[in-house]
Structures are given as C-alpha cells and as structure tokens.
C-alpha cells in the first residue's frame, strides 16, 4: 500500500522565526505517521532549525534543491550531503520553477538525482507539462531522461511529481481529473520502463493549486498518493486541515 504524502513547498517564504512558529501551532496536529507522510520543504537556511525543532516527531523537512557535487568551487549551491548530516531524508529535484528561472536541464536534474541516490537522500522528482497535454511527450520525455542510469529497485526510494505548468502558483482551481490522469500516466510509463511490481509501490503526487477545499477529492483520485502544496500552505491552520485531509474527509462522511 502507498502511504499518501502531504508535503508544503515554502520556496522563499518564511523566516526562521516565521518557520519555528509555524511548527509550534502544527506539530500537536500531526496524523499519525502510519496513516499519512507529512512534509516542510523550507528555505535552505530554516532546514537545521526546523529538524531540531521537529526531531521527536515524524514530520519530515525537505530540501527544495541540491547540487551535482558533494562539495567544491560551486558557490551558491547546497550539497546534498550536507543535507543528510542534518538529518533530512527527502529533497526535491526538477521543479518547475527551477526548470524556468534556472534553466536547468533534464541531463542536470539527472545527475542530481543520481548522487542524491548515492548518498542517502530520497529524491522527489517533478516532471510537469501543459494541461492540454497533460502526461503526453513532455512529460515523458522528461521522465525517460532523468530517471536515465536510475536502477529499477531505487524506484524504492523515489517520489515522483506531476505538475500542470498552468496551475503552478497561479490560484486556479485544480482539475481533479487533469490530477488523476498525470499521475496514472506517469504510473503507465514507470510500468513501461521499470515493470508492473514498481509502478504499483511508486508513490506519485500531485502538485498544482491544492488547498483544504480540493485536497479530498484530489487524494480520493486512485493513481494520485500525496500533493505537493504551495501558497496554502504558508497558513499554519490551513495546513493542519489539509495534512489531517483524512478525518476530515471521514468527518464530512459520518
């Protein structure tokens, strides 16, 4: 079974205060850990503090990038190693944002996923395309080249992402049917290159326009196991809502 997977992408929102505060009103609220994954992916600088603040709980704290290289002439960047010394399990790689304001390459995102692999570090991989194209060659394009050289059984140890460019950071209201529809053919091409026991463990998640309104029926679609949540998820009870999506939804049934 595919545990589902909340996770907040920050991207450059939240001061370390901010971020720590943050923590104070949601940690008493977290689901419990067998039920659903839960995830913050902060600012570079909030991640040590947020792992020592969060390190009696199951809340993981996610980098939002890392570099091809462990360590080197490579100033700005964030080594993945470095990441896993402080105790993060998870980064993300591939973003779209990353892709546009970047430029990076499927070639880079690859090697990044490779040596995040090597030491220790789940990559959750973002592929994303056009909603009128919603899984079609783009995607799997981009799918083919970064998972390039991954072996089979470190799909273990992957998260893939689908992302409709257009609904990224623009509020627009997620289509239930474009989410279900990426992931399950993200799902088709992981059976197509990996085979049909991979493709039934790898969890894929959904990214794009999530909030506590959608959040149910977007994880009630069957190929759709965790979201990825941008602006509603800088609101602390917001959040909270969505990360315990389950007792609501069951709460809206009784």
């Known amino acids: ?15 370390v205060d901010e971020a720590l505060n943050f923590l104070d009103a949601i940690l008493s609220q977290l689901p419990d850990s067998d039920r659903t994954e839960v995830g913050i992916a902060p600012q570079a600088f909030a991640i040590y503090p947020m792992v ?37 399990n998870y980064v993300m790689l591939g973003h779209a944002e990353r892709r546009h304001y970047f430029k990076e390459s499927n070639q880079s995102i690859n090697r990044k996923i490779l040596t995040a692999l090597r030491e220790g570090v789940k990559p959750i991989v973002c592929t994303n395309g056009e909603r009128k194209n919603v899984g079609g060659d783009n995607v799997f394009s981009q799918l083919e080249n970064v998972l390039a050289g991954v072996p089979a059984y470190q799909l ?26 990426g992931c399950w053919l993200l799902r088709q091409e992981v059976r197509r290159k990996f085979g049909g026991e991979v493709a039934e463990h790898v969890r894929i998640l959904y990214g794009g326009s999530v909030n506590p309104n959608n959040i149910g029926l977007i994880m009630a679609a069957p190929n759709v196991d ?7 998820s800088l609101d602390a009870g917001s959040f909270a809502q969505m990360m315990n999506y389950q007792q609501t939804t069951l709460s809206s049934v009784i």
């Not at 965790?226 to 509603?232: F, H, K, P």
């Open 1 to 15: 079974m595919r545990k589902p997977f909340v996770i907040a992408n920050w991207k450059i929102n939240k001061n």
């Open 156 to 181: 273990a140890n992957i998260t893939l992402l689908f992302e409709p460019t257009a609904a990224i950071g623009a509020g627009n209201r997620a289509n239930i049917e474009t989410a279900e529809r």
């Open 52 to 88: 020592r603040s969060a390190r009696k709980t199951d809340l993981q704290i996610i980098g939002q990038n890392a570099a091809e290289k462990c360590n080197g002439a490579y100033t700005g960047e964030i080594s993945v190693r470095d990441l896993a010394s402080m105790g993060v």
């Open 226 to 232: 965790g979201v990825l949540i941008g602006r509603a």
